[in-house]
């Protein structure tokens, strides 16, 4: 028999994140979303250091210019230098979706698992709670809540989160009715842990896929919401801007051939919901064990 050299280890198993990032990067699809996402971002906030325009005074003489060598994607109808308003509105459209998404998501999980964990009476309060604030149409509550103040940065994150969190908040419900019963949780309540350990620490963590999942889809449902608001008027006011915004006002010109009033946001917009979308298809197969590669 062959000696084995003292020094030699056996090939150690893949551990469960190599298998996940393998399982992501397998999928072509999405490594091109997350291109497109960090191009985007690159684009937005590297690129007004490089290209500096001026998008705080208005020069009307300057208004509608086709592209040329002083102005790569034109102006727009108040003389703004187009390509700088697109990285500008694409800062507070993935500011306000990311910020959004994030606080629904949070909020969403923490309600969810609070209700599946605790179940009987507050379980049915909560989710009822929830229901309700379903039933109500999304558009018709977002408009009324952003007609009632003057939108910002900030008030667009919490309307857009207001609704955003229902979703999540039943997804994570369902998965803490079954991890309650897991043995794991019996024996933090047997140990005398109480139930936000049990929560926070348990239900939580193993609903995590769940949760990321869903994040990757309310990021781009809520660059949607801001678009749609913006393109109704109750978007960021001037000088602010943001995708939805220019291509409201870029609509107003299609007749008369500024094809770089509408092209680039609507482009913009779709690209960055397409590439969100595109990962949270990836993340949800990567979590799935049964599409794993063994």
Known sequence: MTAVPADSTPAQEPTTRSRFLASFLENPLAVVGVGIVVLFVAFCYLGPLVYHTDQTHIELSESTLAPSAAHLLGTNEVGYDQLGRLMLGGQSSLEVGIAAAALG???????????????????????????????????????????????????????????????????????????????????????????????????????????VVNATFQVADAILIVAALSFLGLGIPPPAANWGDMLSNGINYTYDGYWWLIYPPGLAIVLVVVAFNLIGDALRDSFEVRLRKR
């Open 105 to 211: 998501t949070a909020f969403g999980t923490l309600w969810g698992a609070i209700a599946g964990y605790a179940g009987g009476f507050v379980d049915a309060i909560m989710m009822r709670v929830v229901d309700a604030l379903l039933a109500v149409p999304s558009l018709f509550l977002l408009l009324f809540l952003a007609s009632i103040a003057r939108p910002t940065v900030g008030l667009l994150v919490l309307v857009i989160a207001l609704i955003s969190w229902l979703g999540p908040a039943r997804l994570v419900r369902g998965q803490a009715l079954t991890l309650r019963t897991r043995d794991y949780v019996a024996a933090v309540r047997l140990m005398g842990g109480g139930p936000w350990r049990a929560v926070l620490r348990h239900i939580t963590p193993n609903a995590i896929g769940t949760v």
